[in-house]
């Protein structure tokens, strides 16, 4: 399948997966375990040779990938993470990196903890303001990383304002965005301007809580091939069956984020009526600061919510019955958490609380249960928590 005329589940289905591929004409396409293949001769062989540098499953993966994002490469990672530790692999001694101020715990971890000893400078800015972006450039700084809508506050980045005035100011900065939050279905940065799509597939991409994978996706030949030879020489790949399940949960993608969004639509607005609520973040209330830039940006949102509350945090998620106490996001189940002692902990105090991640903040994957049930279970819990 060629044409990118067709539907986001149209691809999602089908793009990679013509059984005319293979010769028993499979319909779903066959998991294929083997780590090694049958060469015709010495170093003559088909498409795979070794299971770390290839594997059919992956391939149909990253070309369906490839399709939905509507970009040329994709390189998939044995996680999130694995596909950090390749792409600022393209960093050289001497680098410096600089990202947003508010990302996912993990990423900050790495960059504080993993950069150092590979001799790569980084800083943190808030990126809300394109300005600051420019102003915060050395001469060194050879990426540029930011995660929109930001985790856990929902801030937004305008992701073609920071790649128009960074490709203005220096050419040769890698723009990265990571489009976890809310996939490829409502927002592509790749075509406002960003050079890499990062992806921890283990959330609203697989979307069933069941693999850990990431992904980077580009348009840029140069880059791609960079980190194909990453991922096999760092031997940081995914596993056949898991390459199985996410391109499974990709046939749904569609379905479940319009589901998401109506749901966490209808739990914000509950929220912003409760007098138990201090103030509620997601990009398509009309109160979020940047509600325009989302209409702009964006086609829709996810399931992601935080809110402010006002009575006891603790008691108030120990009353949840549908929403589970843990950690990760993304999943068709509702999950609740609080980002100052676990996702975002790994952040140092002093920055934490700066960005107004206080014991107070909530954080919600609002899942794709029954809308009236989430509700009903949210409002049992505030009562109970005053
Ligand atoms: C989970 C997550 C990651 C890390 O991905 P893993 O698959 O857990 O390694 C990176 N960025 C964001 C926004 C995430 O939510």
Request: aromatic fraction near 8%.
């Amino acid at each position: 399948m060629t044409s990118k005329a067709e539907g986001f589940s149209t691809k999602a289905i089908h793009a990679g997966q013509s059984p005319l591929q293979w010769s028993h004409r499979a319909v779903v396409p066959p998991l294929v375990m083997s780590t090694t293949f049958q060469q015709d001769g010495p170093a003559e062989f088909k498409d795979f040779d070794y299971g770390r540098s290839g594997n059919p499953m992956r391939k149909v993966l990253e070309t369906c990938l490839a399709a939905l994002e509507d970009g040329e490469h994709c390189i998939t990672f044995s996680s999130g993470l694995g596909a950090t530790t390749s792409i600022t692999s393209l960093l050289e001694t001497g680098d410096h990196l600089l990202a947003g101020d508010d990302l996912y715990g993990g990423t900050n971890r790495f960059i504080q903890n993993c950069l150092k000893k590979q001799g790569i400078t980084y800083s943190f800015t808030d990126m809300t303001k394109v300005e600051n972006v420019i102003n915060a450039i050395q001469p060194n700084t050879k990426m540029v990383w930011l995660e929109t809508p930001t985790n856990p506050l929902m801030k937004l980045i305008n992701i073609k304002d920071v790649a128009d005035s960074l490709k203005s100011h220096r050419q040769d900065i890698i723009l990265v965005v990571d489009n976890t939050f809310l996939t490829c279905y409502f927002q592509k940065p790749l075509e406002l301007g960003a050079d890499i799509v990062i992806y921890s597939l283990s959330k609203y991409m697989n979307g069933h809580s069941d693999v850990i994978m990431g992904a980077a996706i580009t348009n840029k030949h140069d880059l791609a091939k960079r980190l194909r030879f990453f991922q096999n020489a760092m031997g940081i790949v995914p596993s056949p069956f898991d390459c199985f399940m996410v391109n499974r949960g990709l046939k749904t993608l569609e379905l479940r984020m319009q589901q998401h969004m109506k749901n966490s639509l209808a739990v914000a607005k509950f929220l912003e009526s409760h007098p138990c609520v201090e103030r509620v973040f997601h990009p398509y209330l009309p109160s979020h600061p940047q509600h325009e830039l989302a209409l702009k940006q964006t086609t829709g949102h996810s399931g992601m919510i935080s809110f402010y509350l006002k009575g006891d945090e603790r008691k108030f998620l120990k009353e949840l019955k549908i929403f589970t106490l843990a950690e990760s996001l993304g999943g068709y189940e509702s999950l609740a958490e609080l980002p100052s002692l676990m996702t975002h902990a790994s952040i140092p105090e002093d920055m934490r609380l700066a960005l107004g991640i206080t014991d107070k903040l909530i954080r919600l994957s609002v899942g794709i249960e029954t809308e009236q049930d989430l509700i009903a279970d949210i409002k049992q819990a505030l009562d109970a928590c005053q």
